[in-house]
């Protein structure tokens, strides 16, 4: 069985950096895509960031673009969010997710498709 497992978040002060990690142990397949959602107190699941193993291809939320930056490792099938610059609006619960075989719609934001989905990690950015 493929598990998620996830790693990193905490407690940091506006401008402050975290760095997420997310690795797929058991997975038997070669591409995929790992993205990150999240979702704040009272607010919907967004997209944060995605990652297509068979060319390298990103996605960033508008909200983080030029703070956040992702990274795959195709060896080990996982990545890892360098989150930089944090705002208090950072501040919820991330789920990275893969999906067997990649997936466009990860790379436009959208959960459809993603096959596993790791436990939620918090963040919190004080201001």
């Known amino acids: 069985d493929v598990q998620l497992q996830a790693s990193g978040g905490g407690l940091v002060q506006a401008g402050g950096s975290l760095r997420l990690s997310c690795a797929a142990s058991?997975?038997?397949?070669?591409?995929?895509?790992i993205g990150w959602w999240r979702q704040a107190p009272g607010k919907e699941r967004e997209g944060v960031s995605c990652?297509?193993?068979?060319?390298?291809?990103?996605y960033y939320a508008d909200s983080v673009k030029g703070r956040f930056t992702i990274s795959g490792d195709n060896a080990a099938k996982a990545a890892h969010l360098q989150m930089n610059s944090l705002k208090p609006e950072d501040t919820a619960v991330y789920y990275c997710?893969?999906?067997?075989?990649?997936?466009?719609?990860?790379?436009?934001?959208?959960?459809?498709?993603?096959?596993?989905w790791g436990k939620g990690t918090l963040v919190t950015v004080s201001s």
């Open positions: 990652f297509s193993s068979s060319d390298g291809s990103t």
């Open positions: 997710a893969v999906a067997r075989g990649g997936s466009s719609w990860c790379l436009v934001g959208q959960d459809y498709g993603m096959d596993y």
């Open positions: 058991g997975a038997t397949f070669d591409d995929y895509a």
